[in-house]
């Protein structure tokens, strides 16, 4: 049965008529058509469907859409700020840390909230927020070296 759904998605109210079974990862993809949440394993075991969801980093894989129903979610195509890239991507650009990129959607959200949160995090405090995210590529460090860098850019402004 299908159900009347609203998300506020970067901002903006989306109404969605759908079962409400459905992955929040497939009705932010597929019917909202928003490419950034990745589907990976689809177990809570990699964080590539990361969005954040009124403040938390949570799981689009294994979140269900009617447990969105009224609440905030940003993807990353709402992270950038005054049109211009979020710091985070920004640094991950300049630390050429993006490889193939499926990771990246998930880290990117994963940051802005650290950042958001813990405005000078030390390595491990870096290390320990992405514990539960894979990159397959091997870019961790490159990745961690970014957020510290976005972390030093935030906090000169
Ligand atoms: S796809 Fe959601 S954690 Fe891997
Ligand atoms: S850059 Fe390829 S999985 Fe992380």
């Not at 759904?5 to 009705?27: C, S």
Request: aromatic fraction near 2%; proline fraction near 4%; hydrophobic fraction near 35%.
């Amino acid at each position: 049965m299908q159900q009347r759904i609203t998300l506020t998605v970067n901002g903006a109210d989306r109404h969605l008529t759908i079962d409400p079974e459905t992955p929040l990862l497939y009705a932010l993809r597929n019917d909202l058509g928003l490419s950034s949440p990745r589907q990976g394993c689809s177990q809570e075991q990699c964080g590539a469907c990361r969005v954040i969801m009124d403040g938390e980093a949570i799981y689009a894989c294994t979140t269900k859409v009617k447990e969105a129903n009224n609440r905030r979610i940003t993807t990353v195509e709402g992270v950038s700020i005054d049109g211009a890239l979020h710091p985070v991507q920004q640094a991950i650009l300049d630390e050429n840390a993006a490889q193939c990129g499926y990771c990246l959607s998930g880290i990117i959200n994963r940051a802005v909230l650290l950042l958001e949160k813990n405005p000078s995090p030390d390595r491990s405090d870096i290390q320990t927020a992405f514990k539960d995210h894979l990159c397959r590529c091997g870019a961790h460090n490159r990745i961690i070296r970014a957020i510290q860098n976005a972390a030093r850019e935030m906090h000169h402004d």
